[in-house]
């Protein structure tokens, strides 16, 4: 068999490797700290769990209209005019399984093989990939803790050329945590806008933000913006509804419109039953979401408070998600027993082997300088697994 371009264009995840290392400790009796975790630990919201049951018992267990049923994309249009300050229709609203399915749809009707898609690293991993998959081609743009991981007007002039199309936004960041204050994203949209580019807008995790951080969508800024922008959220992160997989693209008529074809093509639409219970967690999920990023703050000041006790890992603290991504280069090139720690693959091996404390290494996320760490754990896991962590990383000796 020859492969095609596309199943060429995607790799599994490289992290995978560390995957299979957590299985087989496990497998083998031992207690393992997992922070690699990308879903909320909360359960699911008893009002979401009703509309689903209802759903099923009721029989609308059949297709819906590739769009979304009515009902959702209603709900949607209300919690983007509650929430965001945001005016839709229902017909500027394309249901999708995930969020993750919502960007490669908008991705596929903006971009052509060859074109351009400006990704600002850290990135989260399926934005190169799906871009790779359409033939076209991301042009990552590094940032760094200088900025709070944040792109800037700069960085944008600098790096756009005649072929890019379309700018990646992901506030609040997986991985880093980065959540752009409005001017800041004024800033980048004036500059985006400026290129004639396309944005779609990442915002899964705006729900979990932390101190005086605030969510604001880039489509809200102007009626120039809300036209050049797909908004991008779901009931995954906020609703704690991952394996529900129910995502949206909000955007003019005629993206959703093009979209809608493509998904008519593609999955249908999106799980009926699923879209009961988002439409529920969306008009009565409120207090839920509110005691969720209330244990993310309180989990996110003892990780920052653990991690400030190992002096050679810099950490930008997280405004929202609910993720940390220290920087542990200064570990790199120091040993023990022989061994020594090359790169940010490595030490997430010897963090779980010395340890047993599982990271993502930071170069799938496109830094090999970093790990990642998620806290949606148990706070006990917090406590004891960072402990062992730094305990652990300073026995490497330079
Ligand atoms: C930044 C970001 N966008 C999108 C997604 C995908 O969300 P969904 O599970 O709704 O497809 C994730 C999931 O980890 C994410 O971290």
Same mark, same amino acid.
């Given at each position: 068999?020859?492969?095609? %371009?596309?199943?060429?264009?995607?790799?599994?995840?490289?992290?995978?490797?560390?995957?299979?290392?957590?299985?087989?400790?496990?497998?083998?009796?031992?207690?393992?700290?997992?922070?690699?975790?990308?879903?909320?630990?909360?359960?699911?919201?008893?009002?979401?769990?009703?509309?689903?049951?209802?759903?099923?018992?009721?029989?609308?267990?059949?297709?819906?209209?590739?769009?979304?049923?009515?009902?959702? %994309?209603?709900?949607?249009?209300?919690?983007?005019?509650?929430?965001?300050?945001?005016?839709?229709?229902?017909?500027?609203?394309?249901?999708?399984?995930?969020?993750?399915?919502?960007?490669?749809?908008?991705?596929?009707?903006?971009?052509?093989?060859?074109?351009?898609?400006?990704?600002?690293?850290?990135?989260? @991993?399926?934005?190169?990939?799906?871009?790779?998959?359409?033939?076209?081609?991301?042009?990552?743009?590094?940032? =760094?803790?200088?900025?709070?991981?944040?792109?800037?007007?700069?960085?944008?002039?600098?790096?756009?050329?005649?072929?890019?199309?379309?700018?990646?936004?992901?506030?609040?960041?997986?991985?880093?945590?980065?959540?752009?204050?409005?001017?800041?994203?004024?800033? @980048?949209?004036?500059?985006?806008?400026?290129? &004639?580019?396309?944005?779609?807008? #990442?915002?899964?995790?705006?729900?979990?933000?932390?101190?005086?951080?605030?969510?604001?969508?880039?489509?809200?800024?102007?009626?120039?913006?809300?036209?050049?922008?797909?908004?991008?959220?779901?009931?995954?992160?906020?609703?704690?509804?991952?394996?529900?997989?129910?995502?949206?693209?909000?955007?003019?008529?005629?993206?959703?419109?093009?979209?809608?074809?493509?998904?008519?093509?593609?999955?249908?639409?999106?799980?009926?039953?699923?879209? &009961?219970?988002?439409?529920?967690?969306?008009?009565?999920?409120? =207090?839920?979401?509110?005691?969720?990023?209330?244990?993310?703050? %309180?989990?996110? =000041?003892?990780?920052?408070?653990?991690?400030?006790?190992?002096?050679?890992?810099?950490?930008?603290?997280?405004?929202?998600?609910?993720?940390?991504?220290? &920087?542990?280069?200064?570990?790199?090139?120091?040993?023990?027993?022989?061994?020594?720690?090359?790169?940010?693959? &490595?030490?997430?091996?010897?963090?779980?082997?010395?340890?047993?404390?599982?990271?993502?290494?930071?170069?799938?996320?496109?830094?090999?300088?970093?790990?990642?760490?998620?806290?949606?754990?148990? #706070?006990?896991?917090?406590?004891?697994?960072?402990?062992?962590?730094?305990?652990?990383?300073?026995?490497?000796?330079?």
């Amino acid at each position: 068999m020859r492969p095609s %371009r596309l199943a060429q264009s995607v790799a599994m995840s490289e992290t995978l490797a560390i995957d299979e290392k957590v299985r087989a400790l496990q497998a083998a009796g031992t207690k393992v700290y997992g922070f690699g975790a990308g879903q909320p630990d909360a359960p699911t919201p008893e009002v979401a769990c009703e509309a689903g049951i209802a759903a099923i018992r009721g029989g609308r267990t059949r297709y819906t209209s590739a769009a979304g049923t009515i009902e959702l %994309r209603r709900a949607i249009c209300q919690k983007l005019a509650r929430e965001n300050g945001l005016a839709y229709e229902p017909d500027e609203i394309l249901v999708t399984a995930g969020a993750k399915q919502a960007i490669f749809m908008a991705l596929a009707v903006l971009v052509d093989p060859g074109d351009e898609v400006l990704v600002p690293a850290p990135y989260w @991993v399926s934005y190169p990939s799906q871009i790779r998959m359409l033939g076209a081609v991301p042009k990552v743009v590094a940032t =760094d803790e200088s900025t709070g991981f944040k792109l800037t007007p700069g960085m944008l002039h600098a790096a756009v050329s005649p072929r890019s199309r379309v700018l990646i936004l992901n506030s609040p960041s997986n991985p880093t945590g980065a959540v752009y204050t409005p001017d800041e994203m004024k800033a @980048v949209v004036g500059a985006a806008l400026e290129h &004639d580019l396309a944005i779609v807008s #990442d915002e899964i995790y705006e729900r979990i933000l932390f101190g005086d951080a605030r969510h604001v969508s880039p489509a809200s800024l102007s009626a120039q913006a809300r036209e050049r922008t797909g908004v991008v959220n779901g009931a995954s992160k906020a609703y704690s509804m991952t394996g529900w997989r129910i995502g949206y693209l909000a955007a003019p008529r005629e993206w959703i419109a093009k979209a809608t074809a493509v998904q008519s093509h593609f999955c249908g639409n999106a799980c009926s039953i699923s879209q &009961d219970a988002a439409a529920a967690a969306l008009d009565q999920g409120a =207090d839920a979401v509110a005691a969720m990023v209330e244990s993310f703050a %309180r989990r996110r =000041d003892r990780v920052v408070a653990l991690l400030g006790r190992a002096p050679d890992l810099e950490l930008c603290p997280p405004e929202g998600a609910f993720y940390a991504f220290p &920087d542990v280069s200064a570990y790199f090139g120091r040993s023990i027993q022989g061994r020594r720690i090359a790169n940010d693959v &490595d030490l997430a091996g010897y963090l779980l082997e010395e340890a047993h404390a599982a990271f993502v290494p930071g170069s799938g996320f496109g830094s090999d300088r970093h790990l990642r760490l998620s806290f949606a754990c148990a #706070d006990a896991v917090i406590e004891e697994g960072l402990d062992a962590t730094i305990r652990a990383l300073e026995k490497l000796k330079r």
